[in-house]
């Protein structure tokens, strides 16, 4: 069982920056793959990004690329999203995820990943 905590949700300003973290209670943390998925009143939750457990391989939703960035700390067993550029579209509960590194991770799927954060709160305001 691993434990997923998110932490650095907020409400800011359109154009803004937020960064986000999610620490692992694991001992072999680099063994998951890790992602960050959001979901909006009203709708599915949606993949945001993933990284491979070595952090070798970064993958991003297209209408967040080149504006988020994931990251892992393998030794600080942490996970973090940064978030620039911020948009009210990006309005969400952003969750954390992990998926053991073994047997195949369709890295934008929810149901590819075995354990969930409780969710950071994200309010973009125009």
């Known amino acids: 069982q691993v434990r997923l905590v998110e932490s650095g949700g907020g409400s800011v300003q359109a154009g803004a920056s937020l960064a986000l973290s999610c620490v692992a209670s694991?001992?072999?943390?680099?063994?998951?793959?890790m992602g960050w998925f959001r979901r909006a009143p009203g709708t599915d939750r949606e993949f945001v990004a993933a990284?491979?457990?070595?952090?070798?391989?970064?993958f991003y939703a297209d209408v967040v690329k080149g504006r988020f960035t994931i990251s892992r700390d393998n030794v600080k067993n942490t996970v973090y999203l940064q978030m620039n550029s911020l948009k009210p579209e990006d309005t969400a509960v952003y969750y954390c995820?992990?998926?053991?590194?073994?047997?195949?991770?369709?890295?934008?799927?929810?149901?590819?990943?075995?354990?969930w954060g409780q969710g950071t709160q994200v309010t973009v305001s125009s």
């Open positions: 995820a992990a998926r053991v590194t073994s047997g195949s991770w369709r890295y934008q799927d929810a149901g590819s990943y075995n354990y």
């Open positions: 694991s001992r072999t943390f680099s063994s998951y793959n």
């Open positions: 990284v491979f457990g070595n952090g070798g391989f970064t």
